[in-house]
């Protein structure tokens, strides 16, 4: 439908044609018939184009321009696409990453008429083999549309490590059709790891904490949780930037201690864990979270 005052104006020569091999052509197709009536409200006009017997003179850019007298709308194009395998996905781009996720997105290119299914495909350096990571997404996933996947610590990447990443596109076109994207190359962060577990030594209302820490870092976040509750405590940690390295070969080890509050002083048992980073960049969440049993006057430290 259009909508203008004055009415618009629409005839058969408001119509293009731009084959499928971008030729524009004088007139439609042999075989399509269009059609103006008037609107259920005043001022609209339905405009119709019916393809009788589509075939493949018809694969192309339907386009239509109504105009009035101050001027014609911007055109409205329709296309005529032939099945066919998917178009190929665009080269992988990066939204984040750190030392253990790549977070990529792509373009989509018109499924070919099929729901169309993706990989990312991964490659380490040193690695023998391309590993496939098979990706859940939205079956009426089209062409522009943007896909957004993590390769993470599941699908085994490892930090300090550069990767090839290409994305693999594929319906059910003559049974199976498969096309790949370009490659792209994306290296991940440094990790940074505990050398040992913090030392943590429960004070008045506080944690002191005792760090050993290797590779790059500015800042920890850290949080104290009372056990089986939603009761937590969170500091940011700024790290030293002058470390006492414990010998001249650890350049990146960073050994300091430091104090931060109790999430609650009165607690019997606290859970703290740690998330380390390096400027905005997350290096590493810490997977073994410290709980500290408070019995008595005895700490029990477990991970």
């Not at 993706?118 to 996933?141: H, M, N, Q, R």
Request: overall charge negative; aromatic content about 8%; glycine content about 6%.
């Amino acid at each position: 439908g259009v909508l203008s005052n004055p009415y618009p104006l629409v005839t058969s020569q408001s119509w293009s044609f731009v084959d499928y091999n971008g030729t524009l052509h004088d007139n439609l197709p042999d075989n399509v018939n269009v059609s103006v009536n008037p609107g259920v409200e005043r001022l609209i006009i339905v405009a119709k184009l019916i393809i009788i017997d589509a075939r493949t003179i018809n694969y192309g850019n339907y386009s239509l321009v109504a105009g009035n007298n101050y001027g014609n709308m911007t055109p409205v194009t329709l296309s005529i696409v032939p099945e066919g395998p998917p178009m190929t996905p665009s080269v992988p781009r990066l939204m984040d990453i750190t030392a253990v996720s790549i977070q990529i997105n792509w373009t989509a290119g018109f499924n070919g008429g099929f729901e169309q299914r993706f990989a990312v495909l991964y490659k380490g350096e040193g690695d023998d083999i391309e590993k496939e990571a098979k990706i859940d997404t939205d079956p009426e996933v089209n062409k522009g549309d943007i896909v957004v996947y993590t390769l993470n610590d599941e699908t085994t990447v490892q930090s300090n490590t550069t990767y090839n990443i290409r994305i693999k596109a594929e319906n059910d076109f003559q049974g199976h059709s498969v096309v790949y994207g370009a490659m792209d190359r994306f290296k991940t962060l440094v990790k940074a790891v505990f050398i040992r577990d913090p030392e943590i030594t429960i004070l008045e209302g506080r944690a002191e904490i005792h760090f050993i820490i290797s590779g790059p870092l500015t800042h920890i976040l850290e949080e104290n949780c009372v056990m089986d509750t939603k009761i937590c405590d969170k500091a940011t940690i700024t790290v030293p930037t002058k470390q006492h390295l414990r010998s001249s070969q650890d350049t990146d080890v960073h050994d300091f201690t430091t104090y931060v509050p109790l999430a609650d002083p009165e607690a019997t048992e606290l859970l703290f864990s740690f998330w380390m980073y390096d400027g905005e960049h997350l290096l590493y969440q810490d997977a073994n979270s410290i709980i500290i049993e408070l019995t008595g006057s005895t700490i029990i430290i477990s991970t």
